[in-house]
């Protein structure tokens, strides 16, 4: 596991996002395992910036997201969809049937999560997975105690995600209860693995999850078992790791 940490959150995002970059880069037609949540946003920025400079395009990239909120329609705009019409797709030249978000409205949940391990496995896997991480150690929607072996399914949001989601939404009565997202043996199967992570708020939860055991209690910190993971944060969120020993690079 590389460990990279970065003076603040602008210099967090621009070197996550040279790590998508050179993946594009090197395999213009790569299937990028996207994110959302407010950490990603500065780089799916930089991204976007380099792509009107001419450095990079996505003509042939293939995306596909990590999770959606269930009863959130693509143009809600708290839906992951829209999230990501607005932070990047829009923005660049990404072909928009090469984008796959799962479907918040689906009639049959179960057969939408089954669809989607399916097209995972049709596009041939994913080759670089971008991770955020909830403030209880989610991954995805993969909530603490989940099984690290499911796939994409139907999950039931924790009170704790609820509260943290809640910033975006008018009120919590108005937080989805439900979402449906990869699971944990999805995103194993990546091949490589690039979590961003910003703040003194996620500081804890960082050290549980890397300088910690590897527990369903602290779903990322499976990620320890992945043969190649990068970790990229600010100072405020790594800094407890570093004091815990754990090598990290500047
Ligand atoms: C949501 C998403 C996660 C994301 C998490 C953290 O719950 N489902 O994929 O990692 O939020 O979000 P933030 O980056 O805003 O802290």
Avoid at 51 to 72: I, P, Q
Wanted: charged share 20%.
């Amino acid at each position: 596991m590389r460990i990279y940490q970065a003076e603040d959150y602008k210099a967090m995002s621009r070197r996550a996002a040279n790590i998508i970059s050179a993946q594009v880069i090197y395999k213009p037609n790569c299937v990028l395992g996207l994110a959302t949540g407010g950490t990603p946003v500065g780089l799916y920025q930089q991204l976007v910036d380099w792509y009107r400079k001419g450095d990079l395009s996505f003509a042939e990239t293939r995306s596909v997201n990590l999770d959606e909120y269930l009863g959130l329609s693509p143009h809600h705009e708290q839906s992951y969809r829209y999230f990501m019409q607005v932070n990047l797709f829009d923005h660049i030249d990404i072909k928009p049937e090469n984008t796959h978000v799962l479907d918040g409205l689906a009639k049959n949940p179960e057969a939408e999560c089954a669809a989607y391990n399916q097209l995972i496995r049709d596009l041939g896997g994913i080759d670089l997975q971008l991770l955020g991480m909830g403030h209880n150690g989610h991954i995805a929607f993969n909530e603490p105690g989940d099984d690290f072996g499911l796939e994409t399914h139907l999950v039931n949001l924790t009170e704790s995600t609820i509260n943290a989601n809640q910033r975006f939404f008018e009120s919590r009565d108005e937080v989805p209860r439900h979402a449906l997202s990869m699971g944990i043996k999805n995103i194993m199967n990546a091949r490589r693995i690039l979590m961003v992570v910003s703040g003194e708020e996620k500081a804890d939860i960082v050290c549980r999850a890397f300088a910690g055991p590897v527990t369903k209690e602290v779903p990322a910190s499976v990620l320890q078992l992945h043969p190649d993971v990068t970790l990229v944060g600010d100072r405020a969120a790594l800094h407890k790791l570093a004091e815990a020993g754990v090598p990290v690079c500047g």
